[in-house]
Structure formats: structure tokens, C-alpha cells
């Protein structure tokens, strides 16, 4: 199929001010890609461009001042072979080599985490990142990870944080807690701990991704207190959460569009084997661990590095309940700051460096087709 689409490549036009943007694979409209879209709609030097998302189902999003199409479509295939950007944070290429030598592709990545990724998987080795332009990284730990396992070039990498993150540097510096909390429709007298648990593999050959957490809601209640508000945040994947009853104190914010006013309201973060720990560092606030299934997710999929190490982690809800109401929250925020030190050190400007990036190597690069005006083309 590559090799069809080279072929396919070679007669349709190239656009110079063209930039096709996708999120999760077209899930979603979000995250970095997003972040980057809507700054530069607000920038002048990105007035003469006109912009493509990809969406599984494009009907479902309002994008303003962008053409969607459907992912995996021809009318995506023609877009990626004739647009100037890629940005995503996923892939763009969908397994095959069609990047066409003018194009410039942008990979934000969604996450720095402790568990293996990409080649290091097992079972897996056809993750290609050799082709990517501009791969923005948080640190050194995921520059490495991501020659290691993704066969991206150090060259490529600029180390400016994740786009998507910039905001939450933003609320830090100019919004107050109570204000967010107040538009957020949370009490502002509570206390606010967000439980946000990765993923699991399907237990049903992927018929659904369905998850059962082995804690009992009304006891985590009765020891939080009426005056702890538990704010859950399942994986994007997850297709439904059995076992837990939401209500006043235990609200689901898993379909909640930013990401960043969760974690910027929440005074404790509760996780397992999620990337969500390194975001959340960034604010310096306690961090803890429900790793109850630790020996079968490290045999399943594996970690590069054991996050007990540097989270305080249980293996059950009463011992974990019970360090909740007496921890020393300056040492554990102290352990937060070590662990966005360790794993990550950069961010704050992302959005703005990788836009730079990307212009100045657009304007290096000159094109080998005649240039193009895709949205004259007809609609495929």
C-alpha cells in the first residue's frame, strides 16, 4: 500500500499552505493537536493557511475554520499527500511510509509514563518515528525512550514540554481555584482528589474495554468524609466503569473536555500506571498509587521503570484510605517535584516553540510540486 500511495502521490498537487491535524487517531479534538491548531488560527504568520481534521466520525465535531474529513477515507489519504503540516499525537502515517519529502511532520505524543510503549511492547516492531520532523518531549527520560522504542531521531526532538500542557502552567499563574472550581460546579470548601486510572487490555477480545476496580465507593465515602469530593476520570479508551455509584461527593468527569481544569482543581491525584502523573507534577501536589493488580500489568505489558519507587502506592483500598486523611502533604508534594524533575523538566512555552519549529522548517524546505490551492480541489 505505501508504494500504491507514492505512486498515487506523484499526481496530486501539493499544497504549501496546507495543515492536516488529528488527535488519538481521530477519536477526539483535542489534546496538543488542538493546542496547536487553535494558536495558530490566532497567529498572523499562519493567516495564509487553511487547515484538514480527521475524524473516525466527523460528524460529530464543530471544528471553526477547518475542513473535516473522514479518517482512513481517501479524502484523508489525498489530504495527507498533499498537505504542507501533519501535526498529531498519535501517527499520522496509519502503519505505511507515504510521507512525501516537503511535508512537515509534527508529532506531539500524549504522554510520558512509566509503562513500555511502542517496539518495546511485546509482540511489537513496527512503530517508525525516523520520519518525523518535529517530536516534542518533556525531557530527556522520553527523548531516550523514544529512540529506544519508536526509532525517532535525536535531531528531531525539541524539548519544549507537550503543547496541551501550557494551559495548565496558564491556570497556575493567572486563575484562582475557586473561580475554576465555581465554573467546574464544585464546592469550594472541599477537599477535591482525582482518581483517574489507566487503561486495561479488553477482556473480551475487544469487544469492550469495560473496567471493575476492586474498591468499595461507599467505604472510600465514609472514610474521605462529606467534605472530600472524589472526582473520577476513566482512560479514553475505557468503554464503561461497572461497580462505582456517582453521586454529590463521587462525580464522573470522564467526559470532561479539559483536562487541565481537573487536574488544576484537584488537591491530591490517585492514579496507577498512568502518563497523567507527569502533568499533574508539574503543579507540585501529592500524588498517590492504587496499583492493586501491579504483578499481572507489569507481566502484561511492563514498565521501563517501577513507579512505587517514587509514588507512595498501596495494593488495597484501606491502607490507602487510611494515608489519604494522614499524609504529610508538604512531603508528598516535595515527591511530586522530584518525580516532574526526573522524568520530564521542560514545558510552559510548548505551543509556541513547536509553531516556530515548524514554520521555520517549512519556510527551509522548498517544494518540488507546483504549489496548490487544496480547497479549490472538489471534494473526494
Not at 487547515?51 to 473516525?56: H, P, Q
Not at 509514563?113 to 511485546?122: E, H, I, P
Not at 462505582?244 to 481544569?261: A, H, M, P, R, W
Request: hydrophobic letters at 35%; glycine letters at 6%; aromatic letters at 12%.
Amino acid at each position: 500500500m505505501s508504494a500504491v500511495f507514492h505512486v498515487v502521490g506523484v499526481f496530486v498537487p501539493f499544497d504549501e499552505n496546507a495543515a492536516l491535524f488529528t488527535s488519538f487517531s481521530g477519536k477526539r479534538y483535542d489534546d496538543s493537536p488542538r493546542a496547536v491548531f487553535e494558536e495558530m488560527l490566532r497567529r498572523d504568520d499562519c493567516k495564509g493557511l487553511h487547515y484538514v481534521w480527521a475524524f473516525n466520525e466527523p460528524e460529530k465535531f464543530d471544528v471553526p475554520k477547518a475542513r473535516k474529513v473522514k479518517m482512513d477515507s481517501w479524502a484523508y489519504w489525498m489530504a495527507c499527500l498533499g498537505s504542507k503540516y501533519w501535526v498529531t499525537n498519535v501517527n499520522m502515517e496509519r502503519g505505511l511510509n507515504i510521507k512525501k519529502r516537503p511535508t512537515i511532520y509534527v508529532n506531539t505524543w500524549h504522554g510520558t509514563g512509566a509503562k513500555k510503549v511502542g517496539n518495546s511492547v511485546g509482540g511489537r516492531s513496527d512503530y517508525d518515528f525516523s520520519r518525523v520532523d518535529i517530536l516534542t518531549c518533556d525531557g530527556l527520560f522520553l527523548a531516550k525512550l523514544m529512540e529506544k522504542s519508536f526509532n525517532a531521531r535525536r535531531d528531531s526532538m525539541l524539548m519544549c514540554g507537550r503543547p496541551r500542557e501550557d494551559e495548565l502552567y496558564s491556570l497556575i499563574e493567572s486563575r484562582t481555584m475557586q473561580e475554576v472550581r465555581a465554573k467546574m460546579g464544585l464546592d469550594s470548601s472541599k477537599r477535591s482528589i482525582l482518581y483517574a486510572p489507566t487503561w486495561r487490555e479488553s477482556g473480551d477480545r475487544g469487544e469492550t474495554y469495560d473496567m471493575r476496580i476492586p474498591m468499595n465507593i461507599e467505604k472510600w465515602k465514609r472514610a474521605l468524609g462529606a467534605d472530600t469530593l472524589l472526582l473520577f476520570r476513566a482512560h479514553s479508551i475505557t468503554s464503561a466503569v461497572q461497580g462505582i455509584e456517582f453521586d454529590e461527593q463521587v462525580k464522573d468527569f470522564s467526559t470532561y473536555s479539559d483536562l487541565n481544569e481537573l487536574m488544576f482543581v484537584s488537591d491530591v491525584l490517585i492514579s496507577d500506571y498512568s502518563g497523567i502523573y507527569t502533568d499533574f507534577a508539574i503543579q507540585g501536589k501529592p500524588m498517590l498509587g492504587f496499583m492493586y493488580d501491579f504483578d499481572d500489568y507489569s507481566e502484561e505489558r511492563g514498565f521501563e521503570f517501577d513507579l512505587r519507587e517514587y509514588i507512595t502506592s498501596f495494593d488495597n483500598e484501606d491502607d490507602l484510605l487510611e494515608y489519604i486523611n494522614s499524609m504529610d502533604v508538604a512531603e508528598e508534594s516535595a515527591k511530586a517535584r522530584r518525580y516532574f524533575q526526573i522524568f520530564a523538566g521542560s514545558g510552559g512555552n510548548a505551543t509556541t516553540e513547536c509553531i516556530d519549529r515548524m514554520l521555520a522548517l517549512g519556510r527551509r524546505l522548498s517544494a518540488t510540486r507546483p504549489v496548490c490551492d487544496l480547497r479549490k480541489t472538489s471534494e473526494i
